[in-house]
């Protein structure tokens, strides 16, 4: 279902630049511990709240334009707990329960990424940021699912989407942008990401047109007309290869942007020539130099990152990129398809907030009062224990992968049950559900 003409029309008025400056006016609550003032209308019970005003026509427009800039994050925090409450559900047996929160975080990742953009998505009434402090409600009224995916796919299909893209996404800490800069630069990306939008948010389209899959899925006992069941194995794995691919480096997602990057550059060389990129094809290496050379880095650093994007080190995609290309179709499979489309729109929506907090200067400490709240309430430190850096937190998560490598790698086949995966590393299986800790390092700390 595409976005109502009338909507289409009056959405192209969101503005990205009058979301950072209303971002930056509630700078000041920030520094007093709050996200929003005290007397914001729209800061609990939002949905009635919005339902009256609109009614009486009363709508408080800077309150709720300073709403939708402050759930930017907290879409995008909300997005990865769901993400973790995915995975430790599969880790327990549960693919239904996976299934249902993966895709949760997946809304919530469009959410936040419109958001940033100017649109802030509601219950069946949604509005647009188009000035400073100033909300604008669409003409057309349709429910949370289906907008959510209209406006993402309009949005991804808008010129606009191909640089935010370009912008985010940030192999060794340089812009994707800067990257293809000798090739086009975030234009040459434009037909990528657009696919990769579209793609990454699949689930919207079609749970969110099909409200009775959606329901059944929800609502409907599962078990009929035959119980799902996982691989223990191929759970583990592929848990522990979602966090591999997070972790953190010379950028917050180093691992994810270089494996991006590299598909973008053979996705744009077949896109050109129509032929497959290869190393031993001279137009692909020539392609690939005049990326690598327009970095000005030194001898061996500019070798291996031609070897990376020749394939000649670390070959293979991640498991998440694979995942990600596989439709929906009432299987086993889905819940790992729905778990990796949430995460790499996850990683979007949360490149997007962090520049959008950039750009509105709020500063890293703002936060703070968040970040702390956040962190003791999920257990990743006590009062006095809280890590100098936010990237810290990774050391936890690489602990737990290591310790939990045996399970698929060296322990016999018939041992690979869920009982004894609780038993005997079940101490290893809690971090892997924090995946909160992504929400914690990747917003207003180094990139």
Known sequence: MALHQDNSAAITAASPAAVIKTLAATGRYCRQGRWLGKGNRYASDTVQKLANDIASNTINRRHLAQYIAVSTVLHASDGWSYLGRAIQS????????????????????????????????????HFIVDASNQ?????????????????????????????VFAAILRPYGRSLEDWLSPVGGGAAVLPQAQEWLKQWGMDLSLIGEDRESRNARSYRPSGLPAPWSVNPELVVKFASNIWGVLEPGVSTFEKLDRHVLRLSV???????????????NNNFITLV?????????????????????????????????KYSKVPPQDGEADPYGVISRSTLLLRIATGATHQLFENAGVASQSIDFWRSDLGRSRGFWDANSRPEAMSDLWSDVVDAVTELAPFYDEIPA????????????????????????VALWGVLSSQ
């Open 266 to 280: 053979e996705s744009l060389f077949r896109g050109r020539t129509g032929s497959p990129p290869s190393r031993h």
């Open 414 to 437: 018939a041992d690979r049950t869920l009982r004894n995966l609780a038993v005997q590393f079940g101490a290893y299986i809690v971090p892997f559900g924090g995946f909160e800790r």
């Open 135 to 163: 909300a604008t409600s669409l003409p057309k009224n349709s429910q949370t699912h289906e907008f959510a995916w209209d406006a993402l796919n309009f949005w991804a299909q808008s010129s606009s989407s191909g640089s």
């Open 90 to 125: 599969l880790l327990q047996g549960d693919p239904h329960r996976a299934l249902h929160l993966s895709y949760y975080a997946e809304l919530r990742a469009a959410m936040s990424l419109l958001a940033t953009q100017g649109i802030g998505v509601f219950k069946n009434k």
């Open 289 to 321: 130099n005049s990326v690598v050379d327009n970095q000005g880095m030194s001898g061996r650093l500019a070798t291996e990152w031609a070897e990376f994007l020749f394939r000649m080190t670390d070959p293979d995609d991640p498991d998440l990129m």
